[in-house]
């Protein structure tokens, strides 16, 4: 990723010349709208180019995002929520959706990926999981008809919650309930040559057990890490160990080459009092150490040549999304344009406070738009219980350091 291209929000950026710029691979953002101040699309361009990002993640079809970044050559994940599945199994209401979401801003906007509904398998709830795939099927059989499939790939979000067993990473296992379902998706993935994407949060594993897991080895600094018995691989953070693990898992299926992409991960700067761990501080070493790791441009210690696509979330702090303080707090920056806090990375010196000296009166929480992400913490014990099953290793760990 090139990092050299940078733009000028007002007075809020600024570029140090004398820095050499980070060279970082595959590196997206999350750009969520549940929020009431954000500012216009048109405005958030740079601020994208200003974090090195080259992959954006929308929850929607926004087409004042999609026009907005016209001929910037960033490439857009659109989404369909899970309450568009239903419809979206019509073939004929998946085409023209695709006619006018996809097609209509090819090829000034680089869409890339559609992803069809969100976490839905881990949600409980027949009526959504039978309807993913076919409507997967239909978004993807009017890409065929379109000619773009070649472009566009189709896909959907898990979260880690699909795992029934994660450490040690080699004997990485999905959930018995949800593997009937999860193999119907794989063999579309397999033949359609898509991604397999997790939204990964080592924050949640941590705010889980705050006094059990070494808050280094979740936020990328230096620890003395824990090597997998069985493949006698080390692994110095959670996510890289839980992105093998969902490879392991892919792999007892038979679907070792598919391609794992983080769809989300990300560290909030605020939380409640209950929230551990939930500071600027923190916030900048796991999003900043993230970026640096990704520019050695490296894969997993199972998978060190494979290419990692992260998306980081979030773009902005989005002041309508419910739940805890935390939810409101995930955000690279304030409404306002200006850093939540510093990344702390050579060539990107993104200045916290200031003003950006424009109004922002658009709201940017469009009518319609999917609602499927608005707490990312509100089912944390039911999502992310089977962390557990890391606790042991890392509490040999915590009195190793």
């Not at 067993?165 to 990485?172: K, V």
């Not at 805890?324 to 990107?348: H, M, Q, V």
Request: charge should be negative.
């Amino acid at each position: 990723m090139d990092l050299t291209n940078f733009f000028n929000y007002g007075s809020l950026l600024l570029i140090a010349p004398c820095l050499l710029p980070v060279m970082v691979g595959s590196i997206g953002v999350n750009y969520g709208q549940i929020a009431d101040n954000l500012p216009p699309p048109e405005d958030v361009v740079p601020l994208v180019k200003s974090i090195g990002a080259t992959q954006v993640k929308l929850y929607d079809a926004d087409p004042r995002v999609l026009g907005a970044f016209a001929n910037t050559g960033i490439e857009f994940m659109v989404g369909l929520g899970n309450e568009y599945l239903d419809k979206m199994r019509d073939p004929a209401k998946a085409q023209a959706w695709v006619k006018q979401n996809v097609q209509s801003h090819l090829p000034a906007t680089k869409i890339t990926s559609i992803f069809v509904g969100n976490e839905v398998l881990t949600l409980n709830d027949s009526s959504l999981s039978d309807n993913l795939l076919p409507a997967m099927q239909s978004v993807h059989a009017a890409l065929v008809n379109l000619g773009l499939d070649k472009q566009v790939t189709v896909t959907t979000t898990h979260s880690l919650a699909i795992l029934q067993t994660s450490y040690p990473p080699s004997a990485g296992s999905f959930r018995v309930d949800l593997i009937d379902r999860l193999c119907q998706t794989l063999g579309f993935h397999q033949k359609t040559g898509s991604p397999f994407l997790i939204n990964a949060y080592p924050y949640f594993a941590y705010k889980a057990n705050p006094t059990q897991i070494p808050l280094d080895f979740v936020l990328f600094q230096p620890n003395q890490g824990v090597t997998d018995p069985e493949t006698n691989l080390h692994y110095d953070n959670m996510l890289y160990a839980q992105i093998d693990a969902v490879y392991s898992a892919l792999a007892s299926l038979g679907y070792s080459k598919l391609p794992v992409h983080i769809s989300e991960t990300g560290w909030p700067s605020k939380g409640d009092e209950d929230e551990a761990g939930a500071t600027p501080e923190n916030a900048k070493k796991y999003n900043g150490n993230l970026i640096k790791l990704m520019s050695g441009k490296t894969g997993t210690p199972m998978r060190p040549d494979s290419d990692l696509n992260i998306y980081i979330f979030a773009l902005f702090n989005e002041n309508l999304k419910p739940g805890p303080t935390s939810e409101r707090n995930y955000g690279l920056f304030k409404p306002d344009g200006t850093a939540a806090y510093s990344l702390g990375i050579r060539g990107i010196n993104v200045v916290a406070g200031g003003s950006s000296g424009n109004a922002v009166t658009t709201p940017s929480y469009p009518t319609g738009s999917s609602t499927d992400y608005l707490s990312i913490s509100s089912a944390t014990q039911k999502r992310y219980g089977h962390v557990v099953l890391m606790i042991a290793p890392l509490l040999l760990l915590k009195t190793l350091v």
